[in-house]
């Protein structure tokens, strides 16, 4: 009796063991599919930039916290059937490092392409591609839109949008966060054997004071993504298919910014009174003299 119930038991557990792994399967399988279908996504092409869909706080301007843009994007019935057996480039490594020195950069990205000899050159013959970097600015540092301009004026860049604060003139204290969206076109990395670099300018603010001499800001992970379209349809059926090219995590690129030291304050303030009176006494003289 009790061996028939050990074996009774046994079987049941059994049971159980292959039921929970078939659902583990079936979830697993699941969350893949859906994790694939949320890395492509649709949007009209009257919406020229995929940064619209981020988040601004209307009332200080503030970007909102991050979320993945892909996600953000428009889609349900949008993607069907577009984004089937396409053949997409698949980014094969991605690097990027902080030039230059002072208050003035460039953020430089390097990126090369795998599949590049009948890949990629039969996809840009159904397809107009667009790769679209999205980079969120820390505080304390922001990209000229007048500057930026003149790269799609030059044809460098196919367009160039900054979202969030766009004032300039403002010290770290007073301003805002941006972000910067850059589209490029891909049709001409096939005469750079599939590899690729990217200059963004960057500028500094005035940073708050610190007794270091320097105030430090850390970039994150980019948004790297693809945009495509068939070639030679309707402006009134045009939709942009927006693929996240999922690039791994870069390292942190650091910027130490100089800034004013709070123990100097009261003996530059002097050196700049002093200097604007004799300035100014000097021109007075010269006016009655001459």
């Known amino acids: 009796m009790a061996a028939g ?3 009774c038991l046994l079987a049941v557990a059994l049971a159980a063991a292959w039921i929970s792994g078939s659902a583990a399967a079936a979830s697993s399988s699941a969350e893949q599919a859906g994790g694939s279908h949320k890395s492509i996504k649709c949007m009209p092409c009257s919406r020229p930039y995929i940064g619209d869909a981020y988040l601004h706080d209307t009332m200080t301007g503030q970007l909102a916290q991050r979320r993945d843009l892909v996600e953000m994007s428009d889609s349900g019935e949008l993607c069907k059937g577009l984004a089937d057996d396409v053949e997409v480039p698949v980014l094969s490594k991605l ?9 003035h950069r460039r953020l430089v990205y390097s990126m090369d392409f795998g599949a590049c000899e009948g890949a990629m050159i039969n996809f840009l013959d159904g397809y107009d ?4 970097i999205f980079e969120k600015l820390p505080d304390g540092v922001f990209a000229d839109p007048f500057e ?3 790269f799609v004026e030059r044809k460098v860049f196919v367009d160039v949008a900054v979202f969030g604060d766009t004032n300039l003139e403002l010290p770290t204290a007073l301003s805002n966060r941006s972000s910067v969206e850059i589209h490029f076109d891909l049709r001409l990395i096939i005469s750079t054997n599939c590899s690729l670099v990217i200059d963004m300018p960057l500028h500094a603010r005035y940073p708050p004071l610190d007794a270091s001499g320097y105030a430090t800001v850390e970039f994150g992970n980019p948004d790297l993504l693809l945009r495509y379209r068939k070639k030679e349809i309707h402006s009134d059926s045009c939709l ?3 693929k996240n ?9 650091t910027w130490r910014i100089p800034c004013g030291d709070e123990a100097h ?3 530059v303030s002097s050196i700049t009174f002093l200097s604007a009176l004799v300035c100014s006494m000097s021109i007075v003289l010269a006016a009655l003299i001459f």
């Open 129 to 132: 591609a667009h790769l679209v």
């Open 240 to 242: 942009w298919v927006t």
């Open 95 to 103: 690097r990027r490092q902080l030039v230059g020195e002072g208050s």
């Open 265 to 267: 304050i009261g003996f």
């Open 5 to 7: 119930g050990g074996r």
């Open 245 to 253: 090219l999922k690039a791994a995590p870069l390292e942190k690129a």
């Open 148 to 150: 930026l301009q003149h």
